[in-house]
C-alpha cells in the first residue's frame, strides 16, 4: 500500500501552458513546457520557460515627474533538477536554472538533501544554491554588471496527526554585486537629484533572512485549508509580513479539483529608499521594490482530469484567474498598480 | 506499530506548541493527507510563474517551502 500511494504520487508527467500577465503597464505571455520522469532510484525533471515582455515602462524621477520608455523584449530558460533516492528514507537532488535575455543572463546550481526522520512523521531538507548573473544595456554591448546570489535553505515538515500537517522554512540570501550599480540596480532607471539625472546606486551586498509556517488541514477527505505565514528582514532595512490562505475542494472523486487563496503582504522601504532626494546621497533608487507598499493577491484555479488516450493514463486541463493590487503610499510615479494574471494548461500522467 | 517520538518534537518547536507530538501513522491512516487536496501549490507550473512576477514586485524572498511532502515520502 505505501509503495502504491508513493507511486501514484510520482508517475511520469509531462505539462505544457501559458500564463500571461497585464497590468496595463507591462504585457507578459510566458508559455512553458515541463516533464518529470521518475525511475527507481532517480527523478529526472526539467522544463522551459519564455517571457515574452512589451508594453511601457514608467521612467521615475524621484521630483514626481515621469515618462514612459516603450520595449519589446524576450527572456528564455530552462530548469533541470536530478534526484537519486539510495535509500527510502533520503534523497539527494542537483539543479540547474538558467535564464537568457538580451540584457540579462544568469545560472544557477544547486544541491540538496532530504530525509524522512522519525518513523516518516517529519520530513527534513536542506539545500544550497548558487546563482551567477550578468545585467547589461541592449544600447550598450559593452556594458556588463555581474553579481552573485548565495542562498542556504532550511525546511521542516511535521504531520501532526490524520488530517494536518505543519512546516517551517528558514532561507538566507547573501548578494554580492558588482561595485558600478549595486545590486538589484538597473542600468535603465534614473533617479532625479537637484536638476541632475544619475543612475541608480545601491549596495554591493544584500544579507537576507526569511522564516515561514505552513499548516494544512484536511477537511474529510476532499477539502483542505492551507495558511502560511512569512516574516522577512535584510541588511538594506526592509522588512516584511506576507501571509495567504487558501481552501481546496475536490470534486468526483478528485477528477475536479478547485482552490481558492487569498495572499497578503506588508513590506517596508530601504533605509536609503526616498520619494524626493537632495544632496548626495551614498545610496540612492527608482525602484518600487523598495519603497514601503501593501499587496493583495486573489486567485482562483481548477484543475480537471478528462480521460486517458493513448499512452496517457489520463489528460488534464488547468486554469487559472489572479487579480494582484499593490499599493505605494509614498512612490512618486504612482501610487496602486493592479494586474491581471491569467493562465491555463494541459498535462498528461503515463 | 505506535512509537512516540517525544524528542524529536522538543526540537520542533511549533509541534510543541501545537501540541502536535504525535505517535507515527499506519500508511492507511494517511488517507486524509496523501489527497490532492493536501498538495499545494495544485498547479506548480503555475506557482512558478506567480514566483517570478512577485519576485518583479517584492523586495520580498525566499522561505517559500519546505520541499516537504505531506505523506512523509520525501
Redo the contacts between chains.
Keep these: ?2 509503495l502504491q ?2 507511486a ?2 510520482h508517475a511520469q508527467s509531462a ?1 505544457a ?1 501559458v ?1 500571461t ?1 497585464d497590468d496595463g503597464w507591462i504585457h507578459v505571455v ?1 508559455p ?1 513546457a ?1 516533464v518529470d520522469v521518475p525511475l527507481k532510484k532517480w527523478d529526472v525533471a526539467g ?1 522551459w ?1 519564455a ?1 515574452f515582455v512589451s508594453g511601457a515602462t514608467p521612467l521615475v524621477q524621484s521630483d514626481t515627474t515621469s515618462s514612459a520608455t516603450f520595449f519589446d523584449e524576450a527572456r528564455q530558460g530552462g530548469h533541470v533538477a536530478v534526484t537519486a ?1 539510495p535509500k527510502d ?3 539527494v537532488s542537483g539543479t540547474w536554472g538558467g535564464s537568457f535575455e538580451s540584457d540579462h543572463v544568469s545560472n544557477s546550481a544547486g544541491v ?1 538533501m ?12 536542506a ?1 544550497w544554491s548558487t546563482s551567477l548573473w550578468q545585467a547589461g544595456r541592449s544600447d550598450d554591448p559593452d556594458y556588463a554588471q555581474p553579481g552573485a546570489d548565495h ?1 542556504l ?1 532550511l ?19 547573501y548578494s554580492a554585486c558588482a561595485d558600478e550599480l549595486g545590486c ?1 540596480a538597473s542600468p535603465y532607471r534614473r533617479v532625479w537629484i537637484d536638476g541632475v539625472v544619475l543612475p541608480e546606486r545601491h549596495p554591493d551586498t544584500r544579507a ?7 499548516v ?1 488541514q ?1 477537511i ?5 485549508l ?1 495558511v502560511w505565514y ?1 516574516a ?1 528582514a ?1 541588511s ?1 532595512e ?1 522588512t ?1 509580513h ?1 501571509g495567504e490562505l ?1 481552501f ?3 470534486f468526483a472523486g ?1 477528477r475536479l ?1 478547485l ?1 481558492a487563496g487569498l495572499r497578503g ?1 506588508w ?1 517596508s522601504p ?1 533605509s536609503f529608499w526616498r520619494a524626493a532626494y537632495a544632496g548626495e546621497p551614498a545610496f540612492r533608487t527608482a525602484d518600487p ?2 519603497s514601503g ?1 501593501s ?1 493583495v493577491v486573489g486567485t482562483l ?1 481548477g ?1 480537471w482530469t478528462l480521460f486517458s488516450v493513448g499512452p496517457a493514463e489520463h489528460v488534464g486541463l ?1 486554469a ?1 484567474v ?1 487579480r ?1 493590487h ?1 499599493d505605494y503610499p509614498s512612490f512618486p510615479a504612482y501610487d496602486a498598480r493592479d ?1 491581471w ?1 491569467l ?1 491555463g ?1 494541459v498535462d498528461a500522467a503515463f | 506499530m505506535r512509537v512516540t517520538q517525544g524528542g524529536g518534537c522538543v526540537v520542533f518547536l511549533l509541534v510543541s506548541l501545537l501540541g502536535g507530538c504525535a505517535t507515527t501513522l499506519s500508511t492507511w491512516e494517511r488517507a486524509a493527507l496523501m489527497t490532492r487536496v493536501m498538495q499545494d501549490p495544485l498547479q506548480p507550473g503555475a506557482a512558478r510563474f506567480e514566483t517570478h512576477v512577485l519576485d518583479t514586485r517584492e523586495a520580498m524572498a525566499g522561505a517559500s517551502d519546505a520541499g516537504g511532502a505531506p505523506c512523509g515520502c520525501n
Design positions: 500500500m505505501w500511494l508513493v501514484a504520487a505539462e501552458r500564463d500577465y510566458a512553458a515541463s522544463g520557460d517571457d533516492k528514507t533520503w534523497s540538496a532530504t530525509a524522512d526522520a522519525l518513523g516518516r512523521m517529519a520530513t527534513l531538507r539545500g542562498a535553505d525546511g521542516w515538515t511535521q504531520i501532526l496527526g490524520r488530517t494536518t500537517t505543519a512546516a517551517v522554512a528558514l532561507s538566507g540570501i538589484q537576507r533572512g526569511a522564516a515561514s509556517l505552513k494544512s484536511a474529510g477527505q476532499a477539502s483542505a492551507h512569512r522577512y535584510d538594506w526592509v516584511g506576507t487558501s481546496a475542494q475536490s478528485d479539483l482552490r503582504a513590506q530601504a521594490e523598495l507598499f499587496s484555479e484543475t488547468s487559472r489572479q494582484h499593490y494586474a494574471v493562465g494548461g
